[in-house]
């Protein structure tokens, strides 16, 4: 594990997993809004065995092995056990979502900031509360040079953040995986999914499910 800030590490741990759903584009297909999730667990554990229990137990048997379960690929039927499971579980969820009419999307450079800074505000919230170790898996849709600008700017972040606040030293793992690989990943992307539903479509019938679970929810 990476320390950020020096000192030994504490007790109190979380695990943090982070999804988009949307996209930064500006064209007449592009999406109105762009959301960027946390699902955050003291147990990672027990959501993977959500996502191996809805592939038993509601998938169909032809496609219990596809390698990746997603929302936007998902019924309505996957998609209400799944999100309906997940709400039972003691987890927190985290978003921003952006009101992209205003803001000017320039070019992809623009782009990848707006990205980092929504991460960074999202993360620097979960990253104030008493949590000392704290895991953070991100999908890995960024290039590897946007990834290492990513990690670099979290990083400033993150001391910024302890000494503004004189906090305890936060000790940090951050990881980009592929989300085949990563049932939570595979988790936070169908919590993405109801949050920008309800924004994008109107239609709150998946955010309903999860809205207790919901910690923090800011519009940019």
């Not at 990690?151 to 793992?173: C, G, N």
């Not at 995986?177 to 988790?187: G, H, K, M, R």
């Not at 949050?195 to 929810?217: C, P, Q, W």
Request: one cysteine or more; aromatic letters at 8%; glycine letters at 4%.
């Amino acid at each position: 594990m990476e320390s950020i800030s020096g000192g030994e590490a504490t007790a109190l741990h979380l695990a943090v997993y982070v999804d988009e759903s949307g996209d930064l584009g500006t064209s007449e297909k592009a999406t109105r809004f762009f959301v960027m999730c946390a699902l955050v667990t003291h147990e990672p554990k027990k959501i993977h065995r959500v996502m191996k229990r809805v592939r038993e137990r509601v998938l169909r048997k032809p496609f219990r092995r596809v390698p990746e379960l997603k929302f936007t690929a998902s019924s309505h039927r996957i998609r209400m056990s799944l999100l309906e499971m997940i709400s039972q579980l003691d987890v927190e969820i985290w978003y921003v979502c952006l009101k992209k009419r205003a803001i000017y999307f320039a070019n992809e450079q623009g782009h990848n900031r707006i990205y980092n800074d929504l991460a960074g505000i999202l993360l620097e919230h979960i990253l104030a509360t008493e949590a000392r170790n704290v895991d953070i898996t991100i999908d890995r849709s960024l290039s590897k040079a946007n990834r290492e600008r990513f990690d670099s700017e979290l990083r400033e972040r993150v001391t910024r953040l302890t000494i503004k606040m004189r906090k305890l030293p936060i000790y940090i793992s951050l990881k980009h995986v592929n989300s085949q690989e990563e049932p939570c990943i595979q988790a936070v992307d169908f919590v993405c999914g109801a949050v920008f539903n309800r924004h994008e479509r109107g239609d709150s019938r998946y955010y309903d499910l999860i809205k207790a679970r919901i910690t923090m929810e800011e519009m940019k």
